[in-house]
């Protein structure tokens, strides 16, 4: 099993502000991923890392809003940009794994709360 | 013992028709449920979710139905397109334990929509 963390665990920032968030494995992994898990909402998927090439982004996303780096296979970051009250949420990233059943792991997540 | 099963490993299925993915899990402690699609070579796209509060949720040509007293899940594609054609990934998580949380995925089922 891959060992997520993230950082900062949680945040309130200003409107029109971005945000870094980090997430390292302790593990080398090819597939790594960013969710939002917005109140009430689904869990949604924003992006795949992808390592040395620019990010995958899901319908309703844009790199613009939500640039992505992955300089390599065990750390990824995701910013939020121009941030609005509409953007908080948790952030989660997540990693594939690659035994017998796929597993996805998940990690603490980031929790953002724009005033 | 996998924890989430997907017994079928292919469907076929013609234009127009509606397609039923199928998927039972073992856990109860899985409270979110999710349905991915995969081309070759790409990552997982996010397609439909259910809260385990819920039995049903729909979206556009895709619905997802949750009985949990049987432990099963089902996805209906209503009419298939030929460009449904693809892997189709069951995924529960227990959300509310959050750190380190593992997306446990089944092993997929192909399906072939024929024109």
């Known amino acids: 099993s891959a060992v997520i963390s993230q950082k900062p665990s949680r945040d309130i920032c200003q409107r029109g502000t971005s945000l870094t968030i980090q997430c390292q494995v302790d593990?080398?992994?090819?597939?790594m991923f960013w969710y939002r898990q917005q109140p009430g909402q689904s869990l949604t998927l924003i992006a795949t890392a992808n390592q040395g090439s620019e990010a995958t982004y899901e319908s309703g996303f844009v790199i613009d809003k939500f640039p992505i780096s992955r300089p390599n296979l065990t750390f990824s970051t995701l910013t939020v940009s121009n941030m609005s009250p509409e953007d908080s949420s948790i952030y989660l990233c997540?990693?594939?794994?690659?035994?017998?059943?796929?597993?996805?792991?998940f990690g603490p997540g980031t929790r953002l709360t724009v005033l | 013992d996998q924890q989430v099963k997907q017994n079928s490993p292919s469907l076929s299925v013609q234009e127009g028709r509606i397609s039923i993915l199928n998927c039972d899990y073992t856990n109860s402690m899985f409270d979110y449920f999710l349905w991915y699609k995969k081309y070759p070579a790409e990552g997982p796209t996010f397609l439909i979710s259910i809260s385990s509060i819920k039995d049903k949720n729909e979206d556009g040509r895709f619905t997802v139905f949750l009985n949990k007293s049987a432990k099963h899940l089902s996805l209906h594609i209503v009419p298939s397109q030929p460009g449904d054609s693809a892997v189709y990934f069951c995924a529960a998580i227990c959300l509310h334990n959050q750190a380190g949380t593992a997306l446990i995925f089944g092993k997929g089922t192909t399906l072939s929509v024929s024109s």
């Open positions: 997540s990693v594939e794994d690659t035994g017998p059943y796929n597993e996805q792991f």
């Open positions: 593990s080398q992994v090819t597939m």
